[in-house]
């Protein structure tokens, strides 16, 4: 089984659950901005990083929080989808 066998099928109204990685601290009042997701601060490799975490209800959502971010200048590092490797949709 190769590993593009174990990616779960997903479409644009699909939920799930995403981490995404921004450069530098948010503090947790942007939590509403952000669709309530989770706010965790963090350090990589001697760099302020913080890490969101939360479950959007689709892509739309998911590129709502991206806008966000990017009108406010946070520098994204990553986005993954955490439900893409699992079981049947």
Do not use: C
Request: glycine share 8%; proline share 3%.
């Amino acid at each position: 089984m190769t590993q593009e066998d174990n990616i779960k099928e997903f479409k644009l109204d699909s939920q799930a659950t995403y981490r995404i990685r921004v450069q530098g601290r948010l503090d947790h009042s942007w939590a509403d901005l952000l669709g309530g997701m989770r706010i965790i601060p963090d350090t990589i490799r001697e760099r302020q990083v913080t890490i969101l975490i939360g479950h959007l209800p689709d892509q739309a959502a998911l590129s709502g929080v991206l806008n966000t971010l990017y009108e406010r200048h946070v520098p994204l590092l990553s986005v993954e989808n955490l439900d893409e490797k699992g079981g049947d949709s």
